[in-house]
C-alpha cells in the first residue's frame, strides 16, 4: 500500500513509508518528467534577496546549483507592516519542464512559480481498513486556514478530485491534517496567517497514485503537495518569469 503526496510528476512524499522521502520516478531518457523545486527565501524591505536555502538540499543539487545564481537576481514585493516594506521571510517554489537543446543537453524551462508557506509537521492520515480492502483510492483536496504560529485552526473538504474519495478517505484526510503544522510566511519576525489547499493522494499501487488529479483552473491536474498551494502570500514577484528559460 502507498498513500503519496505527489509533486507534480516527478517528487513524491510517500507518507506511509517513509515521512517525507522523495521517490524518484525514472524518465524516458528522451524526455526527463517535470519538476518541482523549492527554497526558503529571505528579502529585505527593497525586495532583494538575503538568504536563499533549499527546501530540500539532497534532491537533484546540482539542477538546484545551476539555477540559485539567476534566482539571486529577481526582485519581489516584500510584506508591510503599517503600509511600510518590511523584511519578510517566504517559500519559492518553482515548476520546471525541460526541452531538448540542440547541443544535445536540455534548456530548463519555468512552468509556473508561486510563494507562500511550507508544510511544518506532517501527520499520516490513517488509510481506512475497508478502503484498503475494497482497493478504493482518492484525491483528497483540502482548504485550510492556519494561524501566524503555523497551526490549523480549520479544514473543509473541497469536490474536484480524481478518483473521487469516499467519505472516509475524506475523513482520514481531514482528521490527520488537522494536526498538521505550517511554517508560516514572516513579515519582520512575526507569522503570517494564512489560507492553502492541501491536496493528499490515497492509492494502493502505484498506477493509481500518478492516477490522482485535481480540479484546478478548469482542468484536471497532478498537484504538488510536497507543499500547499498558497491561497493567500504576503509577496509578490514582480517579473514575469513563466516560460523562460533559466
Known sequence: MKMALVCHVMSRVLIFASLLAPVVTRAAPEQPPDVCLSWSVGLDEKGTITSLEAVNPEYMPALQTRLEPAIRTWHFTTGKINGQ???TQTTLTLNLGFEPASDGDY????RSLGTGPTYGHVVQPRYGDFALKAHRGGAVMLKVDYDAGGRITS???VEGGSPK???DLIQSATIAVKKWTFKPERIAGHGVPGRALVPVCFSISARQQRSCLWKRDGEDKPLDSDRP????SVVGIDTNLVGSTL
Open 85 to 87: 516594506p518590511a523584511p
Open 107 to 110: 534548456r530548463v524551462r519555468l
Open 155 to 157: 479544514a473543509t473538504p
Open 165 to 167: 474519495p469516499t467519505i
Open 229 to 232: 498551494i498558497a491561497l493567500s
